[in-house]
């Protein structure tokens, strides 16, 4: 584990001086005798713990989630049925999704959230420590709970992460309720951490850092935060009018007792549009930090950059539509969805341009932080471009539902969020532990991630054109040969994870060259003004920022 | 290196992958790309797509030459210097108004075919294409013919034990037939969950709501055999209930629809005859294995024995063995609240006689029940 | 070389004081205010889809109570062409069928067509008509004074029944549109409805 200050461990670790900052003696009453054990973990309400909590977890799942992408990547390896029957594959697929975004992105951006926006900020720590861990806490247990769903007679859920209705009403089994009532305790887990962060950032900056003199991960997730306290809500009335749909008679969904099926993908992408912003917002934020960093350049156009945030997280409120163009929506509301959804490409784009004008004329070097960096930029486009074809309606008819869709949130969320998360933890890590991580294992990581992941999304856009729908256990032969290279990039994007397993269990053992404060030459912000590996208590005097 | 010697060398690759790239998408039918389809909206939208593609790749193209340009000749092991600008409002203005003119250009033809792809006004046929688990319905409004259209290919396929066929997981026992040249009106809905009924021939994909009715229409130029499938994940076997259309010349499409409407009539004489008639124990038991193999075995698997917690087997289950009233009511009433549907008007009473005969003796089941189509009426429609 | 590169100065020399503990109630409760404002208004979001609806048309669903005519002109310029589709739920076993498939008419004009249902097993079924126009904008205009749809319809066992259906198009209907598609869909409500509750409404 990534402890700051275990000072009871034997081993190769910085001393106890590093409990405290010299800055601070005053209110140290708290601080006997540092806390170690289970019971650290348990009770913590540090933000520097709870972060790494979060962010163990978030890597725990993604390896679950994945292994369920090999299972699915497996069955579609060849035509016919091999290895799962159709039931048990539409579990896969609906539980790889609940977890990989419920429990791998999101809870890793709340990891980074929790890590670095007190730092970041001068401030000691979250707002509400003991919420904070309850934060944290509840969400094993939700897992826990959505996992053993599976083992339930009768399977787990089937009707893919977005659960319409009837299918996930009606037609479902009765680990549904199990569903249920886990997806409402990740939202009261990120409904509890969206209040911490917007509290924190409102109240705790230091004397000095006014809004527009916040790091950019800050405000992008300020304005997360925003949009999860707006939509988790609606995703807990969703969820539960499935609930009362299937067990206690009500008929929001049903045709038969005068509701309407299609109500329930209006609330749901209500939902499930600002979602998936909440979950590349943060991956925005990151980028903003790191790219400036490694070109040695102030970040181009800072307000723009905050002023296209806040507008994109606009924008996510009137699109939702774009996810139903082949419910039967009359041609006016078509036309405004599409319009709408185009617009959101213009404050994105400008963000791209941005980034790219802080690299053009700076001074760049190539660590790994910066090559994920660099790797988000190219691809995440890559995504977004693919989102501006599947906006167009009359094409998205041909697109809707196959894997062409399939490809484009693959890059966005993979290639996108998910590389800005290594990357972000490429870049904090050494503050995080006092030491250099391993560079020859982090280049074989980013280079077999690299080639792995292309090879295993780029020919989905291949099938989708072609005809493949989404959420098929088996396909026509025409699908064969991309799916198998397919499923091969997917054998080995999946392995190439292990080798990050490998890093960071050595990172964490306090392995490798000591670093400093500063750790990267061009970077800039409070985080590096603090000794590394940090202190387990920081900023507990405010510094002044001028 | 000058910046516009690396500017001619990215146009020059550029347009060297872009031709190779064309000759490769663009021949009608291939992997790699959507099809321009059979119909005249089918080809705008093909031409759309094609158009955001360029537009697209033309974006990523201006904007990683100059991140490349960057990474290559700003890079501080070739010593160069970080400049100090961080702001511009010139080029971010540009930047800004330039994507959002682009975004026009694509929307106004995109809005233009929209607006021609819902109007179905003055349809020369109108079919009402119902989905349910896992199998479509086809019923011509301007005629009275109608049938289910289910999945062909053999479970054996499937399950790796025959070769796969060439149209593997895309062929139908009934095809949907229309007349080509003519405006043909979709009117789409569900018996059940949602389904999604997509002919990428037709660039046609829309909805099946259950309760609901959607409308789409097409107007086929060329005849031919298309196939599609279902694009809203519906539960087991969304994966298994394809859609195949034949588009006939017009003479010969009328041919056919008197062809159906004679054997429809000559179906319901048949059902009629049955009735009142005894199948022999092979008769019944031969027809029966052929229905449990296309209708049943999908969940009750080939063997009976299903899957435990899911599909209850038939092999030594109560029902198989004892309760014949019970067993003929699951197959015509189906079991609200799970995934055992109703077949009354899937399959005909000898049918149901045939496949109820089949479960209760094959397996070992043995019991040597008879079941004839007068008892399957009995159940449905009189005193028991 | 570093000084030269922060804007922002951290100046930890000068002590900025103790921290005093911040209260967070304040900004803590407006925000739980909003997130229980979003919960409500997603359930909000029921009835307002069906407001919107109803106002709109646009998902095709017709008027639940019965409509009241207001004499209004007939316009007999305009011929609207008003197809009929039933059909049964799975596992509904009626018998369900239009007596007029398709009905040419003016709007403003009152028409009456039948329905007719046949119970076919022994035991006594309800059911519930669920109705769907499409094109959906149409909707709005097809306006029922008297419709099966309003009201469960049970049938003993073995029991037929004609049902009618009186409506009229509103004036109103956007010049483009010239035919709309009716559809009913029967579905078997037994289990769901107490049977002391059902109303009749056939001849």
């Known amino acids: ?546 | 290196m000058k910046f516009s010697s690396f500017i001619s060398y990215m146009s020059v690759l550029l347009i060297v992958c872009l031709s190779f790239a064309a000759q490769a998408i663009d021949t009608g039918r291939s992997n790699l790309n959507m099809r321009p389809g059979v119909s005249d909206i089918s080809n705008q939208v093909y031409g759309l797509h094609m158009l955001m593609f360029y537009v697209c790749i033309a974006i990523a193209v201006v904007v990683f030459t100059f991140m490349f340009y960057s990474m290559v000749v700003h890079r501080k092991s070739k010593g160069a210097k970080a400049a100090n600008f961080h702001e511009n409002l010139t080029v971010e203005v540009v930047w800004t108004i330039v994507p959002f003119a682009i975004l026009i250009f694509m929307a106004v033809p995109a809005a233009y075919t929209l607006i021609d792809m819902e109007d179905v006004s003055k349809p020369d046929v109108t079919v009402l294409v119902t989905g349910s688990q896992w199998k479509w319905h086809y019923k011509y409004m301007d005629n009275d013919v109608e049938y289910f259209s289910v999945l062909a290919t053999e479970q054996g396929q499937i399950r790796n034990q025959l070769t796969k066929t060439q149209n593997y997981l895309l062929e139908v026992d009934r095809p949907l037939v229309i007349p080509t040249g003519k405006k043909i009106r979709f009117l789409i809905t569900s018996d059940d969950v949602i389904h999604s009924w997509w002919m990428p021939d037709f660039a046609i994909k829309k909805d099946a709501n259950p309760g609901f009715i959607n409308e789409a229409w097409t107007n086929v130029n060329t005849p031919g055999v298309y196939r599609g499938q279902c694009a809203e994940l519906c539960g087991k076997d969304h994966g298994f209930m394809p859609i195949v259309v034949v588009a006939k010349e017009p003479a010969q499409y009328d041919a056919w629809v008197a062809e159906q409407e004679a054997i429809a009539q000559r179906a319901r004489d048949e059902e009629q005859r049955l009735l009142s008639m005894n199948m022999s124990m092979d008769e019944l038991m031969s027809q029966g294995e052929k229905v449990y193999g296309a209708v049943c075995a999908a969940c009750h698997m080939p063997n009976g024995e299903g899957l435990p917690g899911v599909f209850p087997a038939l092999k030594g289950s109560a029902l198989a063995l004892e309760d014949i009233p019970g067993h003929i009511r699951i197959i015509v009433e189906g079991s609200p609240g799970t995934s055992m549907a109703s077949f009354a008007k899937q399959l005909t009473m000898s049918e149901i006689a045939a496949v109820v005969t089949y479960e209760r003796n094959a397996w070992g089941n043995d019991t040597g029940d008879i079941v004839q189509a007068k008892d399957i009426n009995a159940i449905m429609y009189g005193k028991e | 070389m570093q000084d030269n590169k922060h804007d922002d100065e951290v100046d930890k020399s000068a002590h900025a004081g103790v921290r005093t503990p911040l209260d967070h109630t304040k900004t803590v409760n407006k925000i739980l205010l909003l997130v229980a404002g979003m919960f409500c208004f997603a359930f909000a979001l029921v009835p307002l889809y069906d407001v919107f609806c109803k106002v709109t048309g646009i998902n095709g669903k017709t008027n639940t109570e019965a409509a009241v005519y207001t004499a209004t002109d007939i316009d007999e310029t305009r011929t609207i062409t008003v197809d009929f589709i039933t059909r049964t739920n799975s596992g509904m076993p009626w018998e369900f069928t239009a007596q007029t498939r398709k009905i040419d008419v003016h709007p403003g004009q009152m028409n009456e067509v039948a329905f007719y249902v046949r119970n076919p097993t022994n035991r006594d079924i309800i059911a519930q008509a669920v109705p769907s126009v499409s094109p959906g904008t149409a909707a709005l205009y097809l306006n029922k004074t008297e419709c099966f749809c309003f009201q469960h319809q049970p049938l003993k066992a073995g029991e037929e029944a004609l049902m009618p259906m009186v409506f009229y198009v509103d004036p109103q209907l956007p010049e483009d549109i010239t035919f709309f598609t009716l559809q009913y869909t029967l579905y078997d409500i037994t289990r769901t409805v107490d049977k002391d509750t059902v109303d009749v409404a056939m001849n």
């Open chain 1, 1 to 546: 584990m990534v402890s700051t200050t275990d000072t009871t461990h034997s081993g190769d670790r910085d001393a106890d001086t590093q409990d405290h900052v010299a800055s601070d003696h005053i209110d140290d009453h708290h601080h006997h005798e540092a806390p170690y054990g289970i019971s650290r973990w348990l009770l913590t309400t540090n933000h520097k713990d709870i972060g790494t909590l979060y962010l163990w977890f978030a890597f725990i799942m993604f390896l679950v989630g994945g292994a369920m992408a090999m299972v699915i990547r497996a069955e579609l390896f060849q035509p016919g049925l091999q290895i799962v029957e159709p039931n048990f594959f539409n579990q896969m697929t609906t539980v790889h999704g609940l977890i990989m975004v419920f429990g791998a992105v999101m809870p890793a951006f709340t990891g980074l959230a929790n890590w670095m926006i007190p730092m970041m900020i001068g401030a000691p720590d979250m707002a509400l420590p003991r919420m904070n861990n309850w934060s944290f806490w509840i969400l094993p247990f939700a897992f826990l709970i959505l996992l053993s769903s599976l083992f339930m007679e009768g399977g787990g859920p089937a009707f893919g992460w977005t659960f319409y209705a009837p299918l996930s009403t009606t037609y479902s089994s009765d680990s549904t309720a199990l569903f249920v009532f886990s997806v409402h305790i990740m939202g009261i887990s990120s409904i509890m951490g969206a209040i911490n962060v917007i509290v924190t950032i409102f109240n705790m900056r230091a004397p000095g850092m006014t809004y527009m003199k916040m790091p950019l991960f800050v405000w992008t997730w300020l304005i997360t935060a925003f949009l999860l306290i707006a939509v988790m809500p609606v995703l807990a009335a969703a969820v539960t009018m499935v609930l009362t749909d299937k067990f206690f008679g009500t008929s929001f969904f049903d045709a038969a007792g005068g509701g309407d099926p299609v109500l329930f993908q209006h609330i749901f992408w209500f939902f499930g549009h600002p979602e998936v912003y909440i979950m590349i917002l943060p991956a925005f934020g990151i980028i903003s930090q790191i790219v400036p960093t490694f070109s040695r350049k102030k970040l181009f156009g800072y307000a723009s950059m905050v002023y296209a945030t806040g507008a994109i997280a606009l924008l996510s409120f009137i699109v939702w539509g774009h996810h139903m163009f082949t419910t039967g929506m009359p041609v006016e509301y078509e036309i405004f969805f599409m319009f709408a959804t185009m617009l959101v490409s213009v404050p994105t784009g400008v963000k791209v341009f941005n980034w790219v004008a802080t690299m053009w004329r700076g001074s760049i070097s190539f660590e790994i932080p910066m090559m994920f960096a660099i790797a988000f930029i190219v691809l995440f486009t890559i995504g977004g471009l693919s989102g501006l074809m599947l906006a167009i309606v009359p094409a998205d008819f041909q697109y809707h539902d196959t894997y062409f869709v399939v490809a484009h949130f693959h890059y966005v969320l993979v290639t996108g969020a998910i590389f800005s998360i290594m990357a972000a933890v490429y870049y904090w890590l050494p503050k995080w532990t006092g030491k250099m991580f391993d560079i020859t294992l982090a280049k074989w990581h980013f280079w077999c991630s690299l080639v792995s992941v292309n090879v295993l999304f780029f020919p989905m856009h291949f099938v989708g054109l072609a005809g493949m729908p989404r959420r098929i256990p088996d396909y026509a032969l025409q699908f064969a040969d991309f799916n198998k290279w397919i499923s091969v990039g997917g054998f080995a994007f999946g392995l190439s994870q292990l080798i990050f397993l490998a890093l960071i269990i050595k990172a964490c053992r306090h392995q490798g060259e000591s670093v400093s404060s500063q750790v990267w030459d061009g970077a800039e912000g409070l985080e590096w003004e603090i000794p590394s590996p940090a202190p387990y208590h920081t900023f507990e005097t405010p510094p002044i920022v001028r």
